[in-house]
Structure formats: structure tokens, C-alpha cells
């Protein structure tokens, strides 16, 4: 459910696209939260991870999901050797250790676990744990971050109005061609020619209108075709498998996505000389 990751040792690779760098930094200073608003896969986990480094924070991570519990988040009395023993959840971890807290896709947990963030996320900085009958102060430099898709999300899957006023946001779409091409250049190893080739790809699927598809091609899978090419597979094959099969089950939608890959996608290897 969480993940705990000191300061890397190098940092994650991530392109800045417009200035949610300095967003991020002047709000984590303020101890204010932040919320990310954007599609699936593009880039928002990077950029927490990249900013936990230069800001020299621990991060833990948390993949929100509708069966997560308070007690998931905060903390709850475990039977170990015979004593009952409170083991603190990752929220409280964060907050003791002054680590930032990133909850992704945060409206897919219930709303009323998410309640709980609401001291944390205003002026209190403060997380009360009823359990043990205490409130904690955060700890210097911790920061609550948490990310949603605003497209993807129903009405009754919805950031609360009482939660998102107490959060800085930063918005994230999918980077300009040119950013994207050197991103899965880097990412995927893969030759500038062969990464724009995937971009325009990328984009021509973004500009589609149909119900059958899941998602758009996000960078995400672009990154995926890339790598399957660097190991050998051929381009379109790797298209297929990478981008075509994640975004559809549609079996018509399927077939158009194979014509739009053939028809960017250049199997010869001339590109590659």
C-alpha cells in the first residue's frame, strides 16, 4: 500500500514543463499542500519523486484505492507475541519523520478517510490520532501532496470542495512534442528519430474521439514501446503490445489503433542507422 523511499542517490529523471518546479518548492517551504491535477501518466509520480530530491525529503508514497481505511492511513493496535502494540501508518510516519506524503490518485479513496487530512492540510499542520488520544505537530519539512485525474474520475468520485481549498494546485498535461521526444529518448535509450516517431504517434491518438478507449496514450506507455524496441523487438510490435493493448479491450477500437501504428510506425531500421 505505501512506499517508503529516503533521499535518492541520484536524482529521477524529470523535464520541467512550465514552472511547477517553483510552484512546488515555494509551497513545501510555506508548509502548504498541494494538490496534482492531470492525466494518467504524465509524469506526476516522477515529478514528486524528483522534487523529495531536491528538496532532500524522505517520501512516502501511498496508492489510494476505495477499500482504504483511516486506520490504513493513520495507524492501528497490531497482536505481536502476545502484546497489543500500535504500528503507525505511512501518514503518520511522514508526519513524525517530516517526510513529504504523496497520496496518489487520492478520490479513489472513501471520503470519509480522506477527512482525516484536513488538520494536516490548513494552518494546523496537525494529525489527530483518536486511537491514542494525541495530536501530532508535523514535523519540519513535511509536506501532504496528493494527485488525481480530473478526467477520468466521475461525479461521485470527486476531490471535496472542503479539501482541495486547502491545497496549492498545479496543473500537468502531457509535455510539448519536443520535451516528450527528449524524455523518451533518455527514458527508453532509444534514438531521437525513433522517439519522435512514437510522439507523433502519441499525438495522433490524443486527437482521437471514441468511448472505446481507456486513456489516451500517455508518455507513460510511449516510454514502454521504447523500451521493448531497445530490447530488440520491432517498433510496431512494440506499439502494439505497449500502447494498443493497454488503452483498449475494444476489439474494433483495437483494430484502428494497429492502422494508426503501421501507418507512424516504420518497422525498417533505416531509422535506427
Known amino acids: 500500500m505505501s512506499v ?38 504524465c509524469g506526476k509520480t516522477r515529478f514528486v519523486e524528483a522534487m523529495a530530491y531536491d528538496l532532500k525529503r524522505p517520501l512516502v508514497t501511498v496508492a489510494c484505492h476505495d477499500d482504504l481505511t483511516t486506520a490504513d492511513l493513520v495507524g492501528r ?9 500500535w504500528v503507525d501508518g505511512p501518514l503518520t510516519r511522514a508526519v513524525r519523520e517530516g517526510a513529504i506524503c504523496y497520496l496518489d490518485e487520492v478520490v479513489e479513496a472513501r ?13 494546523r499542520r496537525q494529525l489527530p490520532i483518536e486511537r491514542l488520544g494525541v495530536t501530532l505537530d508535523a ?46 529518448a533518455t527514458e527508453a535509450a532509444i534514438d531521437h528519430e525513433r522517439a519522435a516517431e ?22 507513460r506507455v510511449l516510454i514502454a514501446a521504447g523500451r521493448l524496441i531497445a530490447e530488440g ?3 510496431r510490435d512494440a506499439a502494439r ?10 476489439s474494433a477500437v483495437t483494430r484502428g489503433l494497429v492502422e494508426m501504428i503501421d501507418a507512424y510506425v516504420d518497422d525498417q531500421s533505416s531509422l535506427d542507422d
Open 4 to 41: 517508503n523511499s529516503p533521499v535518492s542517490p541520484a536524482r529521477p529523471y524529470y523535464v520541467p514543463v512550465a514552472n511547477e518546479k517553483q510552484v512546488f518548492k515555494a509551497a513545501c517551504r510555506q508548509g502548504l499542500s498541494v494538490v496534482l491535477k492531470g492525466p494518467t501518466g
Open 77 to 85: 493496535f497490531l497482536l505481536r507475541g502476545g502484546e497489543t502494540e
Open 111 to 123: 471520503q470519509d478517510t480522506t477527512v482525516v487530512l484536513h488538520p494536516l492540510a490548513d494552518h
Open 139 to 184: 514535523a519540519p519539512g513535511f509536506c501532504l501532496v496528493v494527485s488525481y485525474n480530473p478526467g477520468y474520475q466521475s461525479v461521485l468520485k470527486d476531490l471535496k470542495d472542503s479539501t482541495r481549498q486547502r491545497m496549492v494546485a498545479i496543473e500537468f498535461g502531457f509535455p510539448a512534442p519536443d520535451v516528450e521526444e527528449k524524455i523518451l
Open 198 to 219: 512514437l510522439v507523433r504517434l502519441g499525438q495522433a491518438i490524443r486527437r482521437l474521439e471514441t468511448g472505446g478507449l481507456r486513456e489516451v496514450a500517455s508518455t
Open 233 to 235: 523487438l520491432t517498433p
Open 241 to 250: 503490445a505497449a500502447i494498443a493493448g493497454p488503452l483498449t479491450d475494444d
